[in-house]
């Protein structure tokens, strides 16, 4: 049971140790309530994560979640300063988000086209139109019946805090228990049995990008409330840091391996990470470099793993099938 969870409990480590580590060098880091803040600033983050963790559970990716995110949020801001409520908004936002996911799902799962190169090139063409039709002018001035949900800040703070809870909830459960769920794992682990156990691959593929896509446009929600301007190039980057907390979490890229409680841990553990880099004023390029480390020992990890497994399988039956003489005395 350990072993399975090994991932996970690294991580968990990790973090305790991070936070530890913080609460010596820096107790201001906790006292100046950054802490609370990385919680609110990773909220979008993780609710992105969760929708990653689905794609790449399939075996699949989807790089092209941060311009999703940055139309969906986009739309939010312009529908809210025309005094669309709240409810409209959100319908809106991850309405956007879930046409835009149902593209990528049409091409990757009906066309049967490599997710990574589909997701490459609706990402350049969604930066590209939202650069075209925004010429980089952002979205100002929203009101404050719009700005944390039409609450006090700390009230809104709250709100977007247990949102990303509730769904992390919702899917993990979901995940853990549902048969779409089973479905997920299936499909990721070893297409052709999932096809003769009755799972149709193509169908889940294609309802998780739909997936991925509606909460991007959840989280672009999350994001656009905090702020009175929005800017086009909100969701830059964003794939990167949802990559690198999901596969630190522990969700395998081959597929079917990993749950979204690992992800959460993901998200926590490169979140205080960022807000510790800001904090203690380090470049900001190094988070990423550590991000994109994080991704490359992931991918070899992965790689290697599998190796060793087939590895151990052929000499354990070796040794079976010709079984060394034993000593003579």
Not at 75 to 92: N, T
Not at 257 to 270: D, E, I
Request: aromatic letters at 6%.
């Amino acid at each position: 049971m350990i072993h399975r969870h090994l991932r996970e409990l690294s991580v968990a480590v990790a973090y305790g140790l991070l936070l530890l580590v913080l609460a010596i060098a820096r107790p201001d880091f906790f006292s100046a309530g950054q802490f609370w803040l990385t919680l609110v600033y990773s909220a979008p983050i993780l609710v992105a994560a969760i929708g990653m963790t689905l794609v790449i559970l399939t075996r699949q990716i989807d790089i092209s979640i941060g311009w999703q995110l940055s139309i969906a949020a986009i739309v939010a801001a312009l529908l809210a300063q025309r005094g669309w409520s709240i409810s409209w908004v959100a319908v809106s936002a991850i309405g956007v988000g879930m046409a835009l996911g149902a593209l990528n799902g049409a091409l990757v799962a009906g066309l049967k086209l490599p997710s990574i190169v589909v997701t490459l090139a609706t990402m350049v063409i969604l930066r590209e139109s939202l650069g075209w039709i925004r010429s980089g002018e952002a979205v100002r001035n929203l009101s404050d019946q719009f700005q944390w949900f039409g609450l006090s800040q700390i009230d809104g703070q709250r709100s977007i805090v247990a949102i990303a809870a509730v769904a992390t909830i919702v899917f993990g459960v979901g995940l853990r228990f549902l048969p779409a769920g089973r479905a997920i794992y299936a499909t990721g682990s070893d297409e052709e049995a999932a096809r003769l156990a009755g799972i149709q691959p193509r169908r889940v593929v294609f309802f998780v990008f739909v997936a991925m896509g509606a909460l991007s446009g959840l989280a672009a929600l999350l994001s656009v409330v905090q702020d009175a301007t929005v800017e086009p190039v909100i969701g830059k980057d964003v794939e990167l840091r949802v990559i690198a907390a999901v596969v630190v979490g522990g969700v395998a890229i081959s597929g079917g391996r990993g749950n979204l409680f690992g992800s959460l841990l993901g998200v926590l553990l490169l979140g205080t990470i960022g807000s510790a880099f800001v904090f203690l004023h380090i470049d900001a390029s190094w988070e990423k470099a550590l991000q994109g480390a994080i991704i490359l020992l992931a991918v070899a990890t992965d790689a290697v793993g599998p190796r060793r497994a087939i590895g151990s399988h052929l000499a354990g039956s070796a040794s079976a099938t010709n079984p060394m003489p034993s000593e003579t005395v």
